[in-house]
């Protein structure tokens, strides 16, 4: 039974930083991609930061130079943490951590992603 878990998020003034994390337990398997996404209210989800086992690291162009992902790995546990720095009013969303088995390592589309966390909100001011 897979489970996506998001902590970290909360209300931060501008400029500041904050540290997102999604611990992923219950997945066994060497091969996968996994990504940060975040929801405006009103605005469609979007993809912002992800790594993939056989691709490395992918971010989108909006968040390049503030926002850093990384993983480690115990056991059957996944930890995923995205560092993000300089934050801007415009980063305020829900941040979404999501899990795909279907690219054996390689990155996916959104609508591929088969695991979802339950959402840790940031709001920016």
């Known amino acids: 039974h897979v489970q996506l878990v998001e902590s970290g998020g909360g209300s931060v003034q501008a400029g500041g930083s904050l540290k997102l994390s999604c611990v992923i337990s219950?997945?066994?398997?060497?091969?996968?991609?996994i990504e940060w996404f975040r929801q405006a209210p009103g605005k469609e989800r979007e993809a912002v930061a992800g790594?993939?086992?056989?691709?490395?690291?992918?971010?989108a162009a909006s968040v390049k130079g503030r926002f850093a992902i990384s993983k480690d790995v115990a056991d059957t546990v996944l930890n995923l943490t995205l560092r993000i720095d300089s934050l801007k009013p415009e980063d305020t969303a829900m941040y979404y951590c999501?899990?795909?088995?279907?690219?054996?390592?390689?990155?996916?589309?959104?609508?591929?992603?088969?695991?979802w966390g339950q959402g840790t909100q940031v709001t920016v001011s």
């Open positions: 999501a899990l795909c088995t279907r690219r054996n390592g390689g990155f996916c589309s959104q609508n591929e992603y088969n695991y």
């Open positions: 790594i993939a086992s056989a691709a490395g690291t992918s971010y």
């Open positions: 219950g997945y066994t398997y060497k091969t996968y991609c």
